[in-house]
């Protein structure tokens, strides 16, 4: 489909992404057979990987008719890598314990936990999603990047944006920013 309607072949770049999403799967599994347990900058470096967003974000490129060149690999990365990273950070924040996953699974604020409180572990990262937002609107807002289609950069503000929305239930397994957000639009 790329091929025939932007004259594109992305087979090597996608190749390269699922190969990518492939060895991080490995690693995990590495860590888990062996009893390994990673740093949480390790650990937060492959689950950003494992997320599956960057692949995700990979295969909209070129649907949208962008090819990767060198001069805009390096943008390109922290459009997808920003957004994927946000993810991950809220994902960790609460869903480990809830999904039950005893430890078997980790989670970047269990290992962080670990030599902090659970208060500085949350507030540790709530500061890092908030540093990942201000790269992200840097690298979408910036005028020399205009090389990306806005239909890209608004997929990756709106995915972004999506997760906090997502992730943000409470003990009750509740959202309640989205019933707020439907009561806006309803009454």
Known sequence: MVRKEHGLNPI??????????????????NWLSTNKVPTPE???????????APLLFMHLLFMLGHDLTEDNNDHILRVISC??????????????????????????????HRGNSHADAEKHMLDMIAGEWEDLNRECFSRTNSTLPPSFIGASLNFAR??????????????????????????
């Open 83 to 112: 957004p994927a990273k946000i993810m991950r950070l809220w994902d960790d924040m609460g869903s480990a314990k809830d999904e039950l996953q005893e430890g078997l699974d980790g989670s970047y604020k269990d290992l962080y």
């Open 162 to 187: 999506m997760v906090s929305v997502m992730y943000g239930y409470d003990d009750e397994q509740r959202l309640p920013v989205l019933e707020d957000y439907s009561r806006m639009l309803l009454f």
């Open 12 to 29: 090597n770049h996608l190749k390269q992404s699922w190969a990518t999403l492939f060895d991080g799967f490995m690693i995990e599994g």
């Open 42 to 52: 390790d650990y937060l470096r492959n689950g950003v990987i494992t997320s599956g």
